[in-house]
C-alpha cells in the first residue's frame, strides 16, 4: 500500500465514528439472485436488522477443458463482484476447487481482480490457482 492510499485511510478513520452494526461475510450461494433489485432489497433488509456485509464469499469450480465453461464461470463471478460492489462489501473471497487448466483460468482471474478494482472491491482467490 503506498503512503498515500495509508494516509488516506488514516484521515478517514480519524474522522470517523463507530458504528452499531455488525459485519457479516455472506455466501454467494445463498443470493437468490444478482439483480439489482433483489440486490437493493436485501440491502436495505440487511440494514434495518444491523448487518453490513462485509466480505462475499464464492465458490468456483473451472472442472472443464473448456472456453465457453471457464468463461461462463468468469461471467458468473464478474456478477458476484458487481453484487458485492451493490451491496457495500469491500471484499470477494473465491474459494476455486477445480482447475481443469490453469493456462485458461489464470487469466480469467487477473481479469476478474482488474475488474473487482474498478468496482472497488479487494478479490482474494484461495486455491490451486493465485491471482
Known amino acids: 500500500m503506498s ?3 495509508a494516509s488516506r485511510v488514516e484521515r478517514a ?12 461475510t455472506l455466501t ?4 437468490e439472485s444478482t439483480a ?3 440486490l437493493r432489497d436485501l440491502k436495505s433488509e440487511l440494514a434495518a436488522e444491523g448487518y ?9 469450480r473451472f472442472g472443464e477443458d473448456c472456453s465457453i465453461e471457464t468463461q461462463r464461470e468468469a461471467d ?6 458487481r453484487a458485492a460492489s451493490f451491496l457495500g462489501a469491500g471484499r470477494v473471497t473465491v474459494d476455486v476447487t477445480a482447475v481443469a487448466d490453469e493456462s485458461r483460468v489464470e487469466p480469467a482471474l487477473s481479469a476478474l481482480e ?9 478479490l ?3 486455491g490451486p490457482v493465485a491471482v
Open 3 to 5: 503512503t498515500t492510499a
Open 13 to 24: 478513520v480519524a474522522a470517523s465514528s463507530p458504528a452499531d452494526v455488525e459485519p457479516v
Open 28 to 31: 454467494a450461494s445463498a443470493l
Open 36 to 38: 439489482p433489485s433483489y
Open 52 to 60: 453490513q456485509p462485509a466480505t462475499l464469499r464464492a465458490e468456483a
Open 76 to 81: 458468473r463471478l464478474r456478477d458476484i463482484v
Open 114 to 122: 482488474e475488474r473487482a478494482q474498478r468496482e472497488g472491491v479487494s
Open 124 to 126: 482474494s482467490v484461495e
